[in-house]
Structure formats: C-alpha cells, structure tokens
C-alpha cells in the first residue's frame, strides 16, 4: 500500500511539470498563431522529454522519487536531450512565422 500511495505521489508530480511545460508552450503557439492541430503537436514530443530530464536528474534524488540507481545522466546527454527538446518546441513557431510571410509576400 505504501508502495501505491508513492507511485501516485511521483505521478502527480510529474503530471504536474508536464501540465506546466505543454500549458506553457501551448499559450506561446497562441501568441504566434500556431496551428496546434498539425505541426503544433511536437509540444508534446518536447514536453515529455523535459519531463524526462527533471526526473531522471532532479526528481529521483528527492523525496519524490522512488530511489534508483544513484546516478544521474551524464551532461552530454542532459544537454542534447535538452536540445532536441528546444528544437521541437521551436519548430512549429519557426514554420508558422515561415508560412505566414510568404502567404502576406503573395507566394
């Protein structure tokens, strides 16, 4: 039972990071007039890898986390995980600003 009862804790609060980086990105789209019925759905892809990130490296270490291996993931990998994430939170803004300028040129 306490095994259940910590399980849910560490999901809720995964949960909400997740919650937080899709709502996040999902008001900058907003802002930009992203479809966020095409190409906008990479925000997800990029969430979870976030999410990712923060738990292997910060929540696992807490009270939060259940206690794993110890060690955290190298800062190579940390830093091209986080890249990739940019990146596919930052493609759809890059396309709509694309798209939006050759359809105001008249292409």
Do not use: C, W
Request: charged share 15%; net charge positive; glycine share 10%.
């Amino acid at each position: 039972m306490k095994k259940a009862l910590h399980f849910l804790r560490y999901s809720v609060v995964l949960f909400i990071i997740g919650t937080f980086f899709v709502g996040t990105t999902l008001y900058i789209y907003e802002k930009f007039g992203v479809n966020r019925d095409t190409i906008g759905q990479l925000r997800y892809l990029g969430a979870i890898i976030l999410v990712f990130l923060i738990d292997q490296n910060k929540i696992q270490f807490t009270r939060f986390g259940f206690q794993g291996s110890g060690e955290q993931l190298s800062k190579k990998f940390t830093g091209r995980a986080l890249a990739v994430a940019f990146v596919l939170i930052v493609i759809p803004i890059v396309y709509t600003l694309i798209s939006q300028t050759i359809v105001a040129l008249g292409g």
